[in-house]
């Protein structure tokens, strides 16, 4: 009995693992695309480019989950999104951000705006490639 049920669940992970691995995507339409535009506008108008990486990396998150991806942002790169042209430039991002979120840093406004500006056309590849 005990190992049918150890099957069964077994089964049950390996179900849910493929859904989430084949499940269709989303095209963005173009109504949400222009939105996301209008927002990566916003967050250029901000001041401190730190508070600019922590909001285009929510933002790089938005469009993904619009596109049908599902969970933390974390796991969704796990799952190697085919739309994103550089997965390991967003990895170092996303990395970026969770340090300027969890540590204190001292990193200076002209790396966080060479990581700012990465962003941008990272986020810019991505609505282009919907």
Sequence with gaps: MDIVLIVFVIIIFIAIFLIFKFKKRYKVSQAKKI????Q???ILSYNSYKWQIIDL????HKILLEAGYIWTFWEILKQEPSEI????KIWELHKIRNKLVHDFDNTS?????DYSVSYIVEIKK?????
Excluded: H, M, S, T
């Design 85 to 88: 042209a550089d997965l390991q």
């Design 57 to 60: 990396d929510k933002l790089y």
């Design 109 to 113: 406004d002209k790396i966080l705006k």
């Design 40 to 42: 990566l506008k916003k």
């Design 126 to 130: 991505l609505l282009n490639n919907f």
């Design 35 to 38: 939105f996301f535009n209008e």
